[in-house]
T-cell receptor, first 112, second 112 residues
Framework: GQQVMQIPQYQHVQEGEDFTTYCNSS?????IQWYKQRPGGHPVFLIQ?????EVKKQKRLTFQFGEAKKNSSLHITATQTTDVGTYFC????????????FGTGTRLTVIP | DGGITQSPKYLFRKEGQNVTLSCEQNLNHDAMYWYRQDPGQGLRLIYYSQIVNDFQKGDIAEGYSVSREKKESFPLTVTSAQKNPTAFYLC???????????FGSGTRLTVV
C-alpha cells in the first residue's frame, strides 16, 4: 500500500542552526502538502506544491518538490524557538482527490 | 471568523460505551475528514465525506461510524467495538479535490 516516510523522526538543533526534513513517497504524487503541529496543538497547513521541481519560500522556510514528484523537503534557515513542533508532509491517495495520506512526521526541538 | 469547531475538547469513556464527537465547520467546504493520532504518531484516516449524505471508509474505520446529514456537520461515533479508542481525534475540512486542510482543535478521548 501507499507509504509516505519522513526522516529524521526526531531532530534537536541549537537555536540559529538550520534544519531539514525529507519526505519520500512510494508512489508518484500529484501534489504534496506540508503541515506544522505545535506540541499539544492541531496540524496547520503551511503550503502545497504541485509542479515537478517546484521550490517555494515562506520567510525562513524553503519547500521543494522533487523532479519525479515522489519526494519533497522542508528546510528551515536559522531556527527559532517558535519553530518547535512536528512537521508532516501529506500526499493525495488518488489523483484528483484531496484525500490525504500523511507522512510519519519529523519532531523538531530547538534548544535556546 | 470561519473555522472548524470540535467538541468536547476532552472526553472520558467507560468500557462498552458509545460516544459521539462533534465537528462543525462554517468554511463552506464540501469535504470533511476524521483522523486519529496516537502519541508520537502520524495521522491515520478513519472516514471522509466529499458531499452530503455520502462518506467512505478510511484505513481504520472498524469500530467507528459517521453521518453527513448537513454540509456543516460530520459527527464521529466511537462504538464499543473499537478496542483501543484512547487517542487524539482530529476533524478537518477542505475543498473537494484541492487545497490544504483546515483542522479543528481536536478531541482527546480516554477510556476509563
Amino acid at each position: 500500500g501507499q507509504q509516505v516516510m519522513q526522516i529524521p523522526q526526531y531532530q534537536h538543533v541549537q537555536e540559529g542552526e538550520d534544519f531539514t526534513t525529507y519526505c519520500n513517497s512510494s508512489t508518484t504524487l500529484s501534489n504534496i502538502q506540508w503541515y506544522k503541529q505545535r506540541p499539544g496543538g492541531h496540524p496547520v497547513f503551511l503550503i502545497q506544491l504541485v509542479k515537478s521541481g517546484e521550490v517555494k519560500k515562506q520567510k525562513r522556510l524553503t519547500f521543494q518538490f522533487g523532479e519525479a514528484k515522489k519526494n519533497s523537503s522542508l528546510h528551515i534557515t536559522a531556527t527559532q524557538t517558535t519553530d518547535v513542533g512536528t512537521y508532516f508532509c501529506a500526499g493525495p491517495r488518488q489523483t484528483g482527490a484531496n484525500n490525504l495520506f500523511f507522512g510519519t512526521g519529523t519532531r523538531l526541538t530547538v534548544i535556546p | 471568523d470561519g473555522g472548524i469547531t470540535q467538541s468536547p475538547k476532552y472526553l472520558f469513556r467507560k468500557e462498552g460505551q458509545n460516544v459521539t464527537l462533534s465537528c462543525e465547520q462554517n468554511l463552506n467546504h464540501d469535504a470533511m475528514y476524521w483522523y486519529r493520532q496516537d502519541p508520537g504518531q502520524g495521522l491515520r484516516l478513519i472516514y471522509y465525506s466529499q458531499i452530503v449524505n455520502d462518506f467512505q471508509k478510511g484505513d481504520i474505520a472498524e469500530g467507528y461510524s459517521v453521518s453527513r446529514e448537513k454540509k456543516e456537520s460530520f459527527p464521529l461515533t466511537v462504538t464499543s467495538a473499537q478496542k483501543n479508542p484512547t487517542a487524539f481525534y482530529l476533524c478537518a475540512s477542505s475543498r473537494v479535490g484541492r487545497g490544504g486542510y483546515t483542522f479543528g482543535s481536536g478531541t482527546r478521548l480516554t477510556v476509563v
